[in-house]
């Protein structure tokens, strides 16, 4: 007996889950060391924790034993569910979206599996701009699809023009992430109005239309008086999906959804293909117990000040260290330049900083070399004892 091929020779890449391994090394270093010594910036694990409103719903939720209470339902979710999350979604992409053209899921993860499941065929592609969510990789390829992955303008927004010359007959998709994860780069309503005129006539010349997936778990989470954009009004083949685990501090209750733009052409298929999907990948449905407390509460007031206090923190420890980085707008990652002594080695350079003690996720796993992500959604604790362990890091690389 062995496992998959595919499977093992993925799994013995080293870039393959990267960021749970520095996360799981992590968790020795601390047991050996002692958790004040280890700075582990490696995972997206949300500190704050859920609002009071969400943690009242989920006792109200528990306590409730009328019949039935955690048996199946539909397969796309409770209508009440979707119907609470057709007006969130309305009033970020706004436009009037009714319940039917939601479907609940276990998490943005399973949403997009559902989805990609849905409209890929083999040999189908998704282009998506680099850097990118890890996983994306996966996702697609789950399905017989390969991601095409078009780098970033300089500035990180995205190289319209370079996607336009990706696109062919087998694209089934443009993925895009905002706030991207890891870049923490918000695009502009510019830079998305220009991404949907170029798929608009793309596929008026090729007669396939690619949809616009955007993923926004961290749709909530900006700095600065930035707005992320609505793309709906913009483009009627359109698709959010996203989860609660960055903006309700939720991620193991694994609770998302997937959200057709009621404009799409041919939404009533779409709609009806990802409920098949998210039964016959055995989702079923999403989790009966936080459907009913998003449901309740997902507009919970939540203060993600506490973030832009360490996004501040963190710049300005590594400031002085001398490592150069973006400024995040969303989000809670810190994109990192690796030093020219590295030459581009973004894994040589996560090594390095280890034997600091500081933990973090090279670039190259993202789709994009060179580049170090630190998530600072950790403890004000750990940014601030990790000003040391940086600068003196600096330093010796300098000596």
């Given amino acids: 007996m062995a496992i998959s091929a595919y499977i093992k020779e993925t799994m013995s890449n080293k870039s393959a889950g990267v960021i749970r391994k520095m996360f799981e090394e992590g968790l020795k270093l601390k047991a050996q060391y002692g958790e004040d010594k280890v ?3 490696s995972l997206g694990n949300p500190d704050l924790d859920p609002p009071a409103k969400v943690i009242e719903t989920i006792k109200k939720c528990a306590e409730d034993t009328s019949r039935n209470i955690h048996g199946y339902m539909p397969n796309a979710g409770y209508p009440e569910c979707r119907a609470a999350m057709a007006r969130k979604t309305s009033m970020e992409q706004g436009v009037d979206i009714p319940g039917d053209c939601v479907v609940m899921a276990v998490g943005a993860a399973g949403a997009l599996n559902s989805l990609f499941k849905a409209i890929l065929n083999p040999g189908d592609n998704v282009i998506v701009p680099a850097p990118f969510f890890t996983e994306y990789r996966h996702y697609v390829k789950n399905y017989g699809g390969s991601l095409i992955e078009v780098p970033a303008a300089e500035d990180f927004s995205i190289d319209v023009e370079a996607i336009s010359r990706s696109l062919n007959e087998k694209t089934a998709a443009v993925l895009i992430n905002l706030p991207n994860n890891p870049t923490g780069r918000v695009y502009s309503e510019e830079n998305i109005k220009a991404l949907c005129a ?11 239309k690619p949809y616009l997936i955007l993923d926004e778990p961290y749709r909530a989470i900006v700095y600065d008086n930035v707005k992320v954009p609505a793309a709906f009004p913009l483009y009627d083949s359109s698709v959010v999906v996203t989860s609660f685990a960055k903006n309700l501090s939720l991620p193991g209750e694994r609770l998302g959804y997937v959200c057709v ?3 799409c052409p041919d939404k009533a298929d779409l709609i009806a293909a990802v409920i098949f999907c998210t039964r016959v990948l055995g989702f079923v449905n999403a989790p009966a117990l936080f459907q009913r407390v998003v449901a309740q509460s997902y507009d919970a007031p939540c203060d993600y000040s ?21 400024v995040p707008e969303g989000a809670f990652y810190m994109w990192c330049k690796a030093p020219d002594y590295f030459k581009g080695d973004d894994m040589a350079f996560c090594d390095y900083l280890k034997k600091y003690m500081i933990l973090g996720a090279p670039g190259s796993s993202f789709g994009g070399p060179g580049w170090l992500r630190l998530a600072y959604c950790v403890s004000e604790k750990t940014i601030l004892n990790s000003k040391d362990a940086f600068v003196q890091a600096m330093k010796d690389l300098k000596k």
Avoid at 198 to 208: I, Q, T
Avoid at 306 to 314: P, Q, T
């Fill in 39 to 41: 700075f582990d910036f």
């Fill in 306 to 326: 506490l973030y832009k206090k360490r996004r501040d923190e963190l710049m300005e420890i590594l400031d002085e260290a001398g490592i150069q980085h973006l």
């Fill in 198 to 208: 170029v798929l608009e006539e793309h596929g008026k010349k090729c007669g396939r």
């Fill in 261 to 263: 733009n009621p404009a």
